[in-house]
Each structure stands twice: as C-alpha cells, then as structure tokens.
C-alpha cells in the first residue's frame, strides 16, 4: 500500500502537478480550456454570497489565480494591463486556515503563516463564511517616480484591480464556481494576516467557493 502511495506521488509529480514545501506551494499550470465560450460566461457572470463549506480544490485555484494576475508571455507581462507596464499589484490568498501570497513569476503560492481566518479580511460578516479569500493589494512602491501624485496612483491602482476582478470573475464562472467583488475590506485584519508593510494597500476582497443551492 505504501509503495503505492510513493508510486502515484512520483506520477503527479512528474506530470507537473502541485508540489508542498514547508514554505511554498508551487501550483500546476492553469488549464488550457474550460470548456465554456467566453460570450457564454459573460452572460452567466454574477455575484454570489453564498458558498458551501467544500474547500475550492488546489488546481482550479491555481486557475484562478492566474487568470487574475498571472504571467501570460515570455516578457512577464501580465494576463492584466498596468500603468506604465509596472507591476505594482498583488494578490494575496486566506486558503484552508493559512496565509499566502500569489506570486505570478514563479506560478506559486508562498507560504505567510497559519491559523488565519477569512473573517479576518472583511468588515461583512458572510465573507468570513467562506473557505477562501483572494485579497487584491496595491504595493504603491511599485509605482515609478514619474507615476504622479499618490491620488493618481490610486486610480491606476483600482483601475488595475477592477480588471484583476473581472478575470476572475470570467474563470470562476468558467470553472463553476462562485465569487464577489467586495469592498468591505478590514485593512487592520489583512496587514494582519498577511503580514502586509505601509505601503501595500489591501483594495478589494473577492471570496471563491462552490455556490450553494438557493
């Protein structure tokens, strides 16, 4: 039984799926098709509130996450536009109790700390429901000197972050799952949790799970 075991790892493995770290998840690629036309999950993207209390599996995450903010060409450029074509957002994940953050260069999730709660992101309540949190965060050092005033900044920042959201959005639904863009965020419980400095700006919080039946 235990060769068994060692022997299906070995094939996961070696087929590129995830691999554990003690400090980092290194994610298998997001899928090639899912099996949905893009006119279709237009037409079906929504908000939902409500979400089973079955984690997300490791795989559509994966997916999900770099449809928001992954690298999709070999300059590194983003599946995103940005101001300037600077990379000056992040994203941060609250998954199965721990915290994370994506990192879009290398495809994995590195690892922050334990016993972490998706109450700990938002100022309402439902969002703490949830199994999984995706945190849109603004690093404002990313911003080049020439970028304008802080005020500006900010908008290229939300501008950003509002098509991080819709990507995502547009994957869930693809994947048959459920989201919302929320912004109640509890920006004391983020830095918190994600152990966040001055500079990085917690913008928007965008829960994923599977829907519950309504």
């Given at each position: 039984?235990?060769?068994?075991?060692?022997t299906?790892?070995?094939?996961l493995?070696?087929?590129?799926?995830?691999?554990?770290?003690?400090?980092t998840?290194?994610?298998?690629k997001?899928?090639?098709?899912?099996?949905v036309?893009?006119m279709?999950?237009?037409?079906?993207?929504?908000?939902?509130?409500?979400?089973?209390?079955?984690?997300i599996s490791?795989h559509?995450l994966s997916?999900?996450?770099?449809?928001g903010?992954?690298?999709?060409?070999?300059d590194?450029?983003?599946?995103?536009?940005?101001?300037?074509?600077?990379?000056?957002?992040?994203?941060?994940?609250?998954?199965?109790g721990?915290?994370?953050?994506?990192?879009?260069?290398?495809?994995?999730?590195?690892?922050?700390?334990?016993?972490?709660?998706?109450?700990?992101?938002?100022?309402?309540?439902?969002?703490?429901?949830?199994?999984?949190?995706?945190?849109?965060?603004?690093?404002?050092?990313?911003?080049?000197?020439?970028?304008?005033l802080?005020?500006?900044?900010?908008?290229?920042a939300?501008?950003?972050?509002?098509?991080?959201?819709?990507?995502?959005y547009?994957?869930?639904?693809?994947?048959?799952?459920?989201?919302?863009l929320?912004?109640?965020?509890n920006?004391?419980g983020?830095?918190?949790?994600?152990?966040?400095?001055e500079?990085e700006?917690?913008?928007f919080?965008?829960p994923?799970g599977?829907?519950?039946?309504?």
């Open positions: 039984m235990v060769q068994r075991i060692i299906l790892f070995m094939i493995l070696m087929a590129g799926a995830i691999t554990y770290s003690d400090t998840i290194v994610l298998d997001p899928l090639e098709n899912a099996n036309d893009i279709k999950a237009f037409k079906n993207r929504k908000s939902e509130r409500a979400y089973t209390s079955q984690l490791i559509h997916t999900v996450l770099w449809s903010y992954g690298i999709n060409r070999q590194g450029k983003h599946t995103v536009p940005t101001a300037y074509g600077k990379d000056y957002m992040k994203l941060y994940v609250i998954y199965n721990k915290a994370y953050r994506y990192l879009p260069e290398k495809h994995c999730l590195q690892f922050i700390q334990a016993e972490v709660t998706t109450a700990m992101a938002s100022t309402q309540g439902w969002v703490g429901k949830s199994t999984c949190v995706i945190v849109i965060v603004a690093d404002m050092d990313g911003f080049p000197f020439y970028a304008g802080r005020e500006q900044q900010l908008k290229y939300h501008a950003t972050a509002g098509c991080i959201a819709q990507n995502i547009i994957a869930c639904t693809g994947l048959k799952l459920g989201t919302c929320v912004a109640g965020v920006v004391t983020c830095k918190k949790a994600f152990k966040l400095h500079n700006l917690p913008l919080i965008m994923v599977y829907p519950s039946a309504h």
